[in-house]
């Protein structure tokens, strides 16, 4: 049971490690899915401005770590 | 070919490196026996495992697998870039495989060594090789099963274990000379990239010139960690003196 633990801990720590780090991420990844599917956006631009959030969490994410002083 | 071997042979170096190393731990305090049949025990139980589960993949449809995938890979991508930004910008320590092994062959040391099998050491090297070894899968599956390149993604993975192996057995002692921050950068914005590109084709986003784009999101991810590692420096040093 303890094995299966750790094993189902490290797996989710393969994805998760900072909560709002992941939690930014998982709202960019379910609104872009929620656009897709409404056809709210057009998909010539779609995957861009993917990217382009994606990369604003990353970076967000860092300067919130070094304000924090937290990994 | 290569695009799908080579992510998943870097980023399986990593995980090789650090089962590697407890590996090693348990050799050199445990005794060789119990460290290769941990590490047997363990090779054999993720083979199993691939055996029973690999085959459903094909059953399920592209646009969901590359959605579902592309968001494993941008989770998984993201953190490594996050960690490696933060190490490059000084806020966190640089990962030191020398020390993680020095506390692990300590605390093997310090455990009871009973008669008979020598399960602690077995168990050590079992857990270490079952833990990175699913982690290796995910890398695996996340890299190759979209574009149906599991095979190279395998094969990928397989060539990160032998040179591993190779390196960690020839130099008989940990890898710390495997620049591993580096190595979790360039990781990092190949799978972001790869992510954004296949949840991108699983939710019907065009991209310009399909996989020509996946060289314009490197490049976006790259300048995106520079930006944000300069930044950090400044926000951490100004933090610093502030207090």
Redesign the interface.
């Known amino acids: 049971m303890q094995m299966l633990r750790t094993i189902a801990l490290e797996i989710a720590g393969l994805f998760v490690e900072d909560r709002w780090f992941a939690l930014a991420t998982a709202l960019v990844l379910g609104a872009f899915a929620l656009a897709a599917t409404t056809h709210a956006i057009d998909p010539r631009i779609g995957g861009y401005a993917l990217f382009a959030w994606l990369a604003a969490v990353l970076v967000g994410g860092v300067l919130y770590a070094a304000r924090s002083n937290g990994g | 070919m290569l695009a799908a071997a080579l992510p998943a042979f870097l980023a399986s170096l990593v995980e090789f490196v650090e089962a590697l190393t407890i590996v090693l731990a348990v050799g050199t305090t445990r005794g060789w026996r119990s460290a290769a049949t941990g590490t047997v025990a363990g090779a054999a139980f993720l083979a199993i495992l691939v055996l029973a589960f690999g085959p459903a993949l094909g059953r399920v449809p592209l646009g969901i697998l590359q959605?579902v995938v592309g968001?494993?890979l941008?989770?998984?991508g993201?953190?490594w870039?996050?960690?490696a930004?933060?190490r490059y910008?000084g806020?966190?320590a640089l990962h030191d495989e020398g020390k993680i092994y020095e506390r692990r062959v300590g605390s093997l040391r310090a455990g009871a060594e009973g008669p008979g099998f020598d399960w602690i050491g077995t168990g050590t090297a079992f857990?270490a090789v079952?833990?990175e070894g699913?982690?290796v899968i995910?890398i695996v599956i996340a890299v190759g099963a979209t574009a149906g390149q599991l095979i190279p993604a395998s094969l990928g993975a397989v060539a990160a274990g032998v040179v591993v192996v190779v390196a960690g057995f020839a130099l008989r002692a940990p890898l710390a000379r495997v620049p591993e921050n580096s190595l979790k950068a360039i990781v990092g914005v190949m799978l972001?990239a790869f992510g954004?590109?296949w949840?991108?084709e699983g939710?019907?986003?065009?991209?310009w010139r399909d996989d020509v784009?996946l060289l314009v999101?490197v490049a976006?991810?790259v300048l995106?960690?520079m930006?944000?590692?300069v930044?950090?420096?400044r926000?951490?040093a100004t933090?610093r003196v502030a207090a």
């Open positions: 959605a968001a494993m941008v989770f998984f993201l953190r870039l996050r960690k930004m933060l910008a806020i966190v857990n079952v833990l699913l982690e995910f972001s954004t590109f949840f991108g939710l019907g986003f065009a991209w784009s999101l976006g991810y995106a960690a930006i944000g590692v930044f950090a420096r926000a951490h933090r």
